[in-house]
């Protein structure tokens, strides 16, 4: 089974301990703007599952019926121990070669693009490793690794990870050499020419000393977040798609057929002759780098806080916990995707009220549906409230928006 949906409040409270040390040690690593647009990347990448795409599931279903090795005993203690083991082999694979390969880099990117370094982090998920990522996996199934156990192993996996997002970590000594750890895991986070590309391991950080991929954290070059060629937004629409845009600009300019259809499997550096316009390489600089952080109001991270909260909340109830029909799913994965889109406008400090109107009305008319169907009567009033508490929040932005417009035309 699936644990993450379960380890979710665990989650958000360990962030919420992670702020308040960090308020009282004066070493703060939280922006407000950008651990939430990770929250929000992180509620996102359930909206595959509203849409009901799986082939990855479809073809582990096939390979386990009819091609697989017998069976391993799902009730064995070394079943589970060896699959855990196996199953952060191939994710090590899967993730280094999601840092070295263009079409596997575009999936990956959203997790690396926080110039942060928080718990919050750990949260930013891509939302489209549904394309690819099953791929990797395929020879755990042919080994005879049971569906229930590769699930579970998985999600253990995946929670273990969460930890290791922390500047408050210190070295761990010894049990560096076996684990990853925070402290190495920030190495494979930093865009540093002496960190980049390193530390791949989920939860054992072996496999990076056995393959030569492993860098320790140098006490006298601190950790650059980020990506080279930063994206400057919060759009997470953009974060998702964004190499995949820059792959489709390359494949349309370039002119050799070979190099077309290169583009997809390339190391994520290398640029086709003909579009290097599009995609400039960017030359790392420590000293110049700055964070993106606009000069969002105060009032537009609250109401990103509370959009926060909703998405959560209908990501939860409607695709963890509950079973929606196709239709029903693309309405959620609609309203959760106008949400994010519409608050990164407010985070970006660009104009919002028109696009973000528009989405009230889109749950205007669900609540009007909603009157028809005695099904739905329960989410009347909480829909209500809703829309109701997004139109007061309109006049705080858009008076937040007025002031710093005038602020700016003073300061000019």
């Given at each position: 089974m699936d644990y993450v949906p379960y380890a979710v409040p665990f989650f958000l409270l360990a962030i919420l301990v992670e702020l308040s040390y960090g308020w009282l040690k004066n070493k703060n690593t939280y922006r407000?703007?950008?651990a939430l647009s990770s929250m929000f990347m992180g509620a996102l990448r359930s909206t595959s599952a509203a849409l009901k795409i799986g082939?990855?599931?479809?073809?582990?279903?096939?390979?386990?019926?009819?091609?697989?090795?017998?069976?391993?005993?799902?009730?064995?203690?070394?079943?589970?121990?060896?699959?855990?083991?196996?199953?952060?082999?191939?994710?090590?694979?899967?993730?280094?070669?999601?840092?070295?390969?263009?079409i596997f880099w575009a999936s990956h990117v959203a997790h690396h693009q926080s110039e942060d370094y928080n718990l919050s982090t750990a949260l930013r998920q891509t939302g489209t490793g549904f394309f690819l990522t099953w791929v990797f996996y395929i020879p755990l199934f042919l080994i005879g690794v049971p569906s229930y156990v590769f699930v579970s192993v998985a999600s253990i996996n995946l929670i273990y990870q969460f930890w290791v997002h922390t500047e408050h970590v210190p070295k761990l000594g010894w049990f560096e050499l076996f684990f990853v750890s925070p402290s190495n895991h920030r190495v494979h986070h930093a865009q540093n020419d002496e960190y980049i590309d390193k530390n791949y391991g989920g939860v054992f950080i072996i496999w990076d000393r056995l393959f030569g991929t492993y860098k320790e954290e140098a006490e006298n070059l601190p950790c650059i977040y980020g990506i080279r060629g930063p994206?400057?937004?919060?759009?997470?629409?953009?974060?998702?798609?964004?190499?995949?845009?820059?792959?489709?600009?390359?494949?349309?300019?370039?002119?050799?057929?070979?190099?077309k259809l290169f583009v997809l499997i390339a190391p994520t550096r290398w640029i086709p002759k003909g579009s290097e316009h599009l995609s400039p390489k960017v030359e790392f600089c420590e000293d110049n780098?700055?964070?993106?952080?606009?000069?969002?109001?105060?009032?537009?991270?609250?109401?990103a806080f509370y959009q926060l909260i909703f998405v959560s909340l209908i990501s939860t109830l409607f695709i963890e916990l509950g079973e929606t029909s196709l239709f029903e799913g693309i309405l959620v994965a609609l309203g959760l995707v106008s949400t994010a889109y519409c608050v990164s406008l407010w985070l970006d400090c660009k104009k919002a009220l028109l696009l973000d109107s528009c989405?009230?009305?889109?749950?205007?008319?669900?609540?009007?549906?909603?009157?028809?169907?005695?099904?739905?009567?329960?989410?009347?009033?909480?829909?209500t409230a809703y829309i109701?508490?997004?139109?007061?929040?309109?006049?705080?932005?858009?008076?937040?928006?007025?002031?710093?417009?005038?602020?700016?035309?003073?300061?000019?």
């Amino acid at each position: 089974m699936d644990y993450v949906p379960y380890a979710v409040p665990f989650f958000l409270l360990a962030i919420l301990v992670e702020l308040s040390y960090g308020w009282l040690k004066n070493k703060n690593t939280y922006r407000a703007n950008d651990a939430l647009s990770s929250m929000f990347m992180g509620a996102l990448r359930s909206t595959s599952a509203a849409l009901k795409i799986g082939l990855g599931g479809f073809v582990y279903f096939t390979i386990e019926t009819h091609f697989s090795l017998p069976r391993w005993d799902s009730t064995s203690f070394l079943t589970w121990i060896i699959a855990f083991v196996v199953y952060d082999f191939f994710y090590y694979w899967f993730h280094r070669i999601s840092h070295e390969r263009q079409i596997f880099w575009a999936s990956h990117v959203a997790h690396h693009q926080s110039e942060d370094y928080n718990l919050s982090t750990a949260l930013r998920q891509t939302g489209t490793g549904f394309f690819l990522t099953w791929v990797f996996y395929i020879p755990l199934f042919l080994i005879g690794v049971p569906s229930y156990v590769f699930v579970s192993v998985a999600s253990i996996n995946l929670i273990y990870q969460f930890w290791v997002h922390t500047e408050h970590v210190p070295k761990l000594g010894w049990f560096e050499l076996f684990f990853v750890s925070p402290s190495n895991h920030r190495v494979h986070h930093a865009q540093n020419d002496e960190y980049i590309d390193k530390n791949y391991g989920g939860v054992f950080i072996i496999w990076d000393r056995l393959f030569g991929t492993y860098k320790e954290e140098a006490e006298n070059l601190p950790c650059i977040y980020g990506i080279r060629g930063p994206l400057r937004t919060f759009n997470p629409i953009w974060a998702n798609f964004h190499i995949y845009a820059k792959m489709l600009r390359e494949i349309f300019h370039t002119k050799k057929l070979k190099d077309k259809l290169f583009v997809l499997i390339a190391p994520t550096r290398w640029i086709p002759k003909g579009s290097e316009h599009l995609s400039p390489k960017v030359e790392f600089c420590e000293d110049n780098f700055n964070k993106y952080n606009p000069n969002s109001s105060f009032a537009s991270k609250v109401y990103a806080f509370y959009q926060l909260i909703f998405v959560s909340l209908i990501s939860t109830l409607f695709i963890e916990l509950g079973e929606t029909s196709l239709f029903e799913g693309i309405l959620v994965a609609l309203g959760l995707v106008s949400t994010a889109y519409c608050v990164s406008l407010w985070l970006d400090c660009k104009k919002a009220l028109l696009l973000d109107s528009c989405r009230v009305a889109f749950f205007t008319l669900l609540l009007v549906f909603s009157f028809f169907f005695p099904e739905l009567n329960g989410f009347i009033l909480p829909l209500t409230a809703y829309i109701l508490i997004n139109f007061l929040f309109f006049f705080f932005l858009q008076n937040s928006l007025y002031r710093n417009s005038l602020l700016t035309q003073k300061a000019s």
